[in-house]
């Protein structure tokens, strides 16, 4: 179970998670590449046989009943597709990734990510690494796919 949890600072946290999705990718043969400085609208890109992705990671402590409520924008702006492909959002708790392509939260400022519920809004999307492996980023995933 990861400790992230207890980084009490968000900013801290957020470079926690940031690690944490290296280190999982690189554990699943992706190559990372980090953009120098703070200006990117992305945090990570990852390298799949060239195919490059840009990740923007974020994370969540914030539970909402039995689900975590996830933010997605920067400072109350709204990221677009032309400036990254994936959020990579970890649940802290549960130590669980989603892979949601940009255009499957429909320039949303929150998502609601709900681990225990496979058949949930974005059910498809936890722990679908893959997708950063398709040339073009699909983001309908149907329900044989895992």
């Known amino acids: 179970m990861p400790h992230g949890k207890h980084i009490q600072h968000p900013k801290l946290r957020g470079e926690w998670a940031e690690l ?6 690189a554990e699943r043969g992706f190559r990372c590449n980090k953009p120098w400085g ?3 609208p ?3 890109a990852t390298d799949h046989h060239g195919l490059f992705r840009r990740v923007q990671v974020k994370c969540t402590i914030y539970q909402r009943h039995h689900s975590y409520v996830c933010t997605i924008c920067s400072s109350h702006v709204v990221y677009r597709p032309d400036q990254l492909d994936f959020f990579a959002a970890l649940v802290i708790p549960t130590d669980t990734w ?3 392509p ?4 429909h320039s949303q400022p929150t998502v609601v990510l709900s681990p225990h519920l496979k058949k ?4 498809p ?3 679908a690494w893959h ?3 398709k040339p073009d980023p699909a983001y309908r995933i149907n329900a044989q796919q895992g």
């Open 38 to 40: 703070e200006t990117a």
């Open 42 to 44: 992305y945090d990570v």
């Open 102 to 105: 940009i255009r499957a939260t």
């Open 120 to 123: 949930s809004k974005y059910g």
């Open 98 to 100: 989603y892979i949601l």
């Open 131 to 133: 997708l950063l492996t």
């Open 125 to 127: 999307y936890q722990e």
């Open 20 to 25: 944490r999705f290296m280190q999982c990718a």
